[in-house]
């Protein structure tokens, strides 16, 4: 899989570190689970909180499968440092510029409800911060040069994670 990212992007982003957000999603799951194992403690029952995590991961999974579907229906690259052979604007990207990201994060937030482990909401965390400041600034400056003013005002008016405006700027 890291092939393809590899020839989709032409090799290294000017030298700079390439995060692969999926491979970033599951390397924190992986470190969540092995945190969460260390401090594990028992109980076999179902419980509210594992059926509200499983409903978080299966509703990050359609949110990500599905934007992600509509790139393939555009022929346009879900590799980030690639370049966008389209720019995207129909649901849910008219609410959100990144739902890909905002599922992979609800997968992830849905583990750590699900395991009930606090030593999990690391992850989620983790990969906003990662992905907010490292991958999405390079996505946006390549959108910026390809699609210039158009761009620009779909920045203004649709938020970088949420759909609700007063917390737009917030990130």
């Known amino acids: ?9 032409g090799g290294r982003h000017g030298g700079a570190l390439q ?3 999926p491979l970033l999603a599951a390397a924190l799951l992986i470190i969540g689970l092995v945190l969460h194992l260390i401090g594990a403690h ?10 509200l995590g499983l409903l978080l991961v ?6 990500s499968g599905y934007a992600a579907a509509l790139f393939a229906a555009r022929e346009t690259t879900k590799n980030p440092y690639g370049k966008p052979a389209a720019f995207v604007i129909s649901p849910p990207y008219t609410v959100m510029r990144n739902p890909m990201y905002v599922g992979l994060a609800t997968i992830l ?9 606090p030593a999990m909401l690391l992850a989620p965390i983790l990969f906003g911060l990662i ?10 400056e390549t959108m910026e ?3 210039g003013q158009q761009y620009r005002d779909y920045k203004r008016r649709v ?6 405006p007063s917390v737009r700027r917030a990130f």
């Open 145 to 147: 040069r390809l699609y």
């Open 58 to 63: 299966a509703a990050g999974t359609g949110l």
């Open 42 to 51: 028992g109980g076999r029952t179902f419980r509210l909180h594992q059926f």
């Open 109 to 117: 937030f849905g583990f750590a409800v699900f395991f009930g482990s």
């Open 19 to 21: 995060i692969h957000p």
């Open 131 to 140: 992905i907010d400041r490292m991958v999405i600034p390079r996505e946006e």
């Open 159 to 164: 938020g970088r994670w949420l759909p609700l």
């Open 1 to 9: 899989m890291s092939d393809v990212y590899e020839q989709e992007a």
